[in-house]
């Protein structure tokens, strides 16, 4: 469509068929291209994609740097948004972003963070008080790249670059049940001990007693999941177990290590 921004949107993707659309409809029809790098779904996920539009592009599964620098590689345009399966682009988001492409002034940075907050299965809407953080997603790549990093798939801008933030938020559905969390942050927590030791970092053991309290205060106080009510609690005592995981299975790892002789 010549109306399109010069925007080329990827998403990296792995059996989510039941969350996929939201994300590409949400950049549907204004960004000039859609891509999908999908890992090898088994499920409909492909079909989704390429029934609203979408370029879906194989590529076997590399660690999440590595897989969103893959998608970077097949985009056509310069600036890219990236958006994970389980995001959309709200309106207001859309709305900024045109709106800095209709007068030039999405070129006053080489990079824009963007808010992703939260939004959880009963909601219609993230809530004023969601847990959010900030990431590089619309950026243009001669300016910047996703890390090369498994476990961190975050945009490093070069030397020099400017960064700006916009004032719209992404919603972030990473919750689909909590057999879905817990599953989730138990794979997770593994990856992350693999991508600590490749590096040669390690946790000190006292924080097999601290990392549970502290990590549940965090999360109900300072992530702000005690407005939430009882769900909040729920949220709390789930992180805090999967940063105690991340430490014990450290500590698991180092003791499998030692008794190996190594």
Same mark, same amino acid.
């Given at each position: 469509?010549?109306?399109?921004?010069?925007?080329?949107?990827?998403?990296?993707?792995?059996?989510?068929?039941? +969350?996929? %659309?939201?994300?590409?409809?949400?950049? #549907?029809?204004?960004?000039? /291209?859609?891509?999908? @790098?999908? =890992?090898?779904?088994?499920?409909?996920?492909?079909?989704?994609?390429?029934?609203?539009?979408?370029?879906?592009?194989?590529?076997?599964?590399?660690?999440?740097?590595?897989?969103?620098?893959?998608?970077?590689?097949?985009?056509?345009?310069?600036?890219?948004?990236?958006?994970?399966?389980?995001?959309?682009?709200?309106?207001?988001?859309?709305?900024?972003?045109?709106?800095?492409?209709?007068?030039?002034?999405?070129?006053?940075?080489?990079?824009?963070?963007?808010?992703?907050?939260?939004?959880?299965?009963?909601?219609?809407?993230?809530?004023?008080?969601?847990?959010?953080?900030?990431?590089?997603?619309?950026?243009?790549?001669?300016?910047? +790249?996703? %890390?090369?990093?498994?476990?961190?798939? #975050?945009?490093?801008?070069? /030397?020099?670059?400017? @960064?700006? =933030?916009?004032?719209?938020?992404?919603?972030?559905?990473?919750?689909?049940?909590?057999?879905?969390?817990?599953?989730?942050?138990?794979?997770?927590?593994?990856?992350?001990?693999?991508?600590?030791?490749?590096?040669?970092?390690?946790?000190?053991?006292?924080?097999?007693?601290?990392?549970?309290?502290?990590?549940?205060?965090?999360?109900?106080?300072?992530?702000?999941?005690?407005?939430?009510?009882?769900?909040?609690?729920?949220?709390?005592?789930?992180?805090?177990?999967?940063?105690?995981?991340?430490?014990?299975?450290?500590?698991?790892?180092?003791?499998?290590?030692?008794?190996?002789?190594?």
């Amino acid at each position: 469509m010549t109306d399109c921004l010069p925007l080329s949107v990827f998403i990296i993707a792995r059996d989510e068929a039941d +969350r996929i %659309s939201r994300a590409i409809e949400s950049v #549907t029809g204004w960004a000039d /291209e859609v891509i999908v @790098i999908d =890992s090898g779904s088994t499920d409909n996920t492909v079909a989704v994609a390429e029934s609203l539009g979408a370029r879906v592009i194989h590529n076997d599964w590399p660690g999440y740097g590595p897989q969103k620098r893959f998608g970077e590689d097949q985009c056509r345009n310069d600036w890219l948004l990236n958006l994970d399966a389980d995001e959309e682009v709200t309106p207001e988001l859309r709305a900024e972003i045109q709106a800095k492409f209709a007068d030039g002034s999405y070129r006053d940075a080489d990079g824009w963070r963007v808010m992703i907050r939260d939004l959880y299965a009963h909601e219609s809407a993230p809530a004023p008080w969601a847990y959010g953080y900030h990431q590089i997603r619309l950026y243009d790549r001669r300016k910047g +790249r996703f %890390s090369t990093s498994s476990v961190h798939d #975050t945009v490093r801008p070069e /030397e020099g670059a400017t @960064i700006a =933030s916009l004032k719209g938020i992404m919603a972030h559905r990473s919750i689909r049940s909590l057999d879905f969390q817990v599953a989730k942050y138990n794979r997770y927590s593994g990856m992350q001990v693999e991508d600590m030791r490749a590096r040669g970092r390690k946790l000190p053991r006292w924080r097999l007693l601290s990392e549970f309290p502290v990590s549940f205060l965090k999360a109900y106080f300072v992530r702000r999941y005690l407005k939430y009510g009882w769900w909040g609690f729920i949220l709390s005592v789930n992180y805090a177990h999967a940063r105690f995981l991340r430490v014990a299975k450290a500590y698991e790892a180092e003791l499998l290590e030692k008794r190996a002789g190594r």
